[in-house]
């Protein structure tokens, strides 16, 4: 899987060649910031390698976002089986088989591994299968073999994090749950973030009797007040058991191979399958990150300054390694503006305001911008325009969802600060609004544009009234 690109004339006098070092790039991880940070070096003419100890594409690919996204289409199956009969359909009952909607996901990774396979290898990228641990400023070590490069690129990503705790080793991770042996009729998660609560939405949707177990007093902390209220209330009609103000004491294995959760107030559930989510932890171990003295947060991301170069200069990582935000679409920003400056005209930068995100709960939630609360520490004076309502949709499919829009608006300049979507598709409508953000969009020019009817999304912009300051 090696080949080596002749370097363009414009390409060879940014980086030029030096028979001192084996590359100019060096890069540790295949995920989504590494391939694309490799690839768009290579293109542009210098010598490039990238290390992957599993399989190319990362977490996103392999363990995150498209397979979790894929499992959260197939639990949405479930509850337009159910809507169907409010519209007409005379449907038998569905039988949902896991091991075909395993094998279907395997299937599509193994076709994504290829493509990224292919890719590296088109731009001229060398491919080295192997852990890669850093033994000086510019020198990796993969296997027996150490390689020099002008520059190294850490880009591998993050891990699961599980706390220690009695029967720890009964617990199992997002990293496994694409692919337990039996499906869990009864789902017990811990942690009450994007993924723990992606995971329970999805396992309800598939079936399984959940029940989610928070250490504090509500879901998604940093989101939005509203939309975490919402989304638990949302979460609870559709059939997950959520503890808050609780945690796990011990997990002991029964009998009969079941698991026994007893919580910190005595009380004890029963369990198949426990699922620990309680967040993620730079993927550092074994990377020889002390070889060198990399600084780290005290969290153990490393830190890079705002040109993501590491307290070593020759040294840079990109993504969920270091301590910006820990998103596929900054991530890949991040590997772009990097190649930039390394190896051409250092235009090209990540703005880390206004960054959209989603959760693939049932229903989904989009934001985009701040929350309440962050406004009213930015801004002077406030306005809150809020509707929740039930969708047209679910006026004959019999089910209680509902939805929530909102907006926060800085009053003094109108313009729009804040948008949050609790609802279908709510990550496809945010995406739109994003730009509209960035923009620099007033409430004026929100109540000025068309809405499509009937969607969800037009009651963003036919929002009048804000909410009282007492509300």
């Known amino acids: ?42 293109q542009r003419g210098v010598r490039v390698a990238v290390a992957e100890a599993a399989a190319l594409g990362g977490t996103c690919v392999n363990l995150g976002c498209i397979p979790k996204k894929l499992y959260s289409y197939a639990a949405g199956y479930a509850e337009a089986f159910e809507e169907a009969r409010g519209f007409g359909w005379r449907v038998e009952a569905p039988v949902f088989d896991w091991e075909a909607l395993k094998a279907g996901r395997a299937k599509e990774i193994s076709r994504l591994n290829g493509i990224y396979g292919q890719l590296l290898l088109g731009a001229g990228v060398t491919v080295l299968e192997g852990w890669a641990q850093i033994c000086g400023p510019h020198e990796v070590m993969v296997g027996t073999q150490r390689y020099r490069a002008r520059h190294i690129l850490i880009a591998c990503g993050g891990t699961p994090f599980v706390p220690d705790f009695a029967g720890r080793e009964f617990v199992i991770t997002s990293d496994e749950m694409f692919d337990l042996p039996a499906f869990p009729r009864r789902l017990l998660v811990v ?8 995971f329970a939405s999805i396992f309800n949707g598939l079936g399984a009797e959940v029940t989610q177990v928070q250490r504090s007093g509500g879901l998604l902390s940093g989101f939005d007040q509203d939309v975490r209220h919402f989304i638990a209330s949302e979460m609870g009609k559709a059939g997950v058991d959520i503890r808050l103000n609780a945690q796990v004491a011990v997990v002991s294995r029964e009998d009969d191979g079941s698991l026994l959760v007893t919580l910190g107030d005595g009380r004890q559930v029963a369990a198949d399958t426990v699922l620990y989510a309680t967040g993620r932890i730079a993927n550092t171990a074994g990377l ?26 020759s040294i840079h990582a990109i993504g969920d390694v270091s301590s910006r935000l820990q998103l596929t679409p900054v991530a890949l920003g991040e590997a772009m503006a990097l190649v930039d400056r390394l190896f051409g005209d250092r235009k090209r930068t990540v703005d880390y305001d206004c960054v959209p995100t989603a959760v693939f709960t049932h229903p989904n939630i989009g934001t985009v911008g701040d929350t309440e609360a962050e406004a009213r520490e930015k801004y002077e004076e406030v306005e809150i325009f809020r509707a929740d309502f039930r969708a047209l949709r679910h006026t004959l499919s019999g089910r209680d969802e509902r939805s929530l829009v909102k907006l926060v608006v800085d009053k003094a300049s109108d313009r729009v600060v804040g948008l949050h979507v609790v609802g279908a598709d709510a990550g496809e409508i945010v995406q739109g609004f994003a730009v509209a953000l960035r923009a620099g969009a007033t409430k004026a020019l929100f109540d000025s544009t068309i809405g499509i009817h009937p969607t969800l999304a037009e009651e963003l912009v036919t929002l009048r009234t804000p909410v009282p300051k007492d509300d």
Request: hydrophobic share 40%.
């Open 191 to 198: 942690g009450g973030g994007y993924i723990a609560c992606e």
């Open 288 to 313: 020889g990150i002390e070889n060198v003295g990399l600084k780290t947060t005290d969290k153990g991301a490393i830190v890079v300054d705002a040109h993501y170069r590491t307290s070593v200069p």
């Open 1 to 42: 899987m090696t080949t080596t690109p002749s370097p363009s004339p414009s390409a060879a006098r940014s980086a030029p060649a030096d028979d001192a070092f084996d590359f100019d790039l060096f890069v540790i991880g295949a995920g989504s910031g590494g391939v694309r940070a490799a690839r768009t070096a290579a």
